[in-house]
């Protein structure tokens, strides 16, 4: 069965910082583009950044500069570090999978609060 599990969320100081983890399992990790996304009270989900299989990557213009996605295929995780947080990046967060034609899986997700 496919799991994805993220983790490293909590509550943050402007500023600060944070780097989730998405581990997956159930899938030929080094194949499947991940992303993360996150979605506010109130708000649609959106993409935060991406990573295809071969390393290339995409950021949300709001993210640029703050954040940095990478993968570890030998641990099959993918990663989000965040710095310099700031009060509108308080959302959940959440990891995505997406595969052969467009098979997609999604995890939980893990809450990120940025608050003084």
């Known amino acids: 069965q496919v799991q994805l599990v993220e983790s490293g969320g909590g509550l943050v100081q402007p500023g600060g910082s944070l780097r989730l983890s998405c581990a997956a399992s159930g899938i030929i990790f080094s194949i499947y583009a991940m992303g993360w996304y996150r979605q506010a009270p109130g708000k649609q989900r959106e993409l935060v950044a991406g990573?295809?299989?071969?390393?290339?990557?995409n950021y949300a213009d709001s993210v640029k500069g703050r954040f940095t996605i990478s993968r570890d295929n030998a641990k099959n995780t993918v990663y989000l570090e965040m710095n310099s947080l700031k009060p509108e990046d308080t959302a959940v967060y959440y990891c995505?999978?997406?595969?052969?034609?467009?098979?997609?899986?999604w995890g939980q997700g893990t809450q990120v609060t940025v608050s003084s």
């Open positions: 990573i295809t299989s071969g390393g290339n990557t």
């Open positions: 995505k999978a997406t595969g052969v034609l467009y098979t997609t899986y």
